[in-house]
């Protein structure tokens, strides 16, 4: 075994170096007693040189004890929650959802609080006539109003000729799923009766942000929003500095 082979080396080397010493010891007492037992008393002496030194070699150490050395963490194979883990901080396999997040907080320029007319903009009806009989949601919009309502607070609003309207344009938006988040709500949506009861709900929301068809609305508006989007196939004109132009919403959102 090897503890014993190593005892065993330990008592070898002791004997070979009280015989060493026996000698030398031997030698010194000779010359200083010149004495017939100097080697009876060299052999005494060499004996408890070498018991001290095999005590001293043998025993325990007392000092602190050795930590034992760090174990290393095993490797984390591909797959297990650590991973996924930090595939959670970004949104991966969807790049698409990333650029859009990109862009809209770009285009918003820090704007917190965003309302948008439904007609022409989310909704492929554009008169409110046709919102009395049905309303569709154009999906190319439904991820973006999505995203919007993540960077700020979204209101959307129009303006209806009855109740069954308003019905009309809230099943759509519910079955959009636009509701789903909890960012855009019911509550968030709001008719009025008039294009003059629009441009007061802009105004007492205190919109930084709004977007529309009406070229008389985002006109008035000028002088009170940050920003404004027209909603237009057609150009503007002369629009002021802070009304953007484009055909659709997804389009200046791209």
């Known amino acids: 075994m090897p503890g014993l082979a190593a005892?065993?080396?330990a008592v070898s080397l002791v004997r070979r170096v009280a015989r060493a010493l026996n000698r030398r010891v031997t030698d010194i007492?000779?010359?200083?007693f010149n004495h017939k037992s100097a080697g009876s008393l060299g052999a005494v002496a060499g004996f408890a040189i070498a018991v001290v030194f095999a005590w001293r070699f043998l025993r325990p150490s007392q000092g602190r004890p050795r930590r034992p050395a760090?174990?290393?963490p095993p490797a984390t194979p591909a797959g297990t929650p650590d991973s996924v883990v930090s595939d959670a901080a970004e949104p991966v396999g969807d790049s698409g959802k990333l650029v859009t997040r990109q862009i809209v907080a770009k285009r918003l320029s820090g704007c917190r609080k965003v309302t948008c007319q439904l007609l022409g903009v989310v909704f492929e009806e554009k008169t409110p006539e046709e919102l009395k009989k049905h309303a569709t949601v154009r999906p190319s919009v439904v991820e973006l109003l999505l995203?919007?309502?993540?960077?700020c607070d979204l209101y959307l609003m129009e303006t209806v000729l009855d109740d069954k309207s308003e019905e009309n344009a809230l099943m759509a938006l519910e079955s959009a799923g636009l509701f789903r988040t909890g960012g855009l709500m019911k509550e968030k949506v709001l008719f009025c009766s008039t294009e003059v009861g629009r441009t007061s709900f802009v105004r007492q929301l205190e919109a930084d942000f709004h977007i529309d068809t009406s070229l008389d609305i985002?006109?008035?508006l000028s002088r009170f929003i940050r920003c404004q989007l027209f909603i237009s196939s057609m150009e503007g004109g002369q629009l002021a500095g802070?009304?953007?132009?484009s055909p659709n919403l997804e389009q200046f959102f791209s």
């Open 29 to 32: 007492v000779a010359l200083l």
């Open 7 to 9: 005892e065993q080396d």
């Open 147 to 151: 995203e919007i309502s993540r960077h």
């Open 242 to 245: 802070n009304i953007f132009n």
């Open 70 to 72: 760090p174990k290393r």
């Open 218 to 220: 985002v006109s008035q």
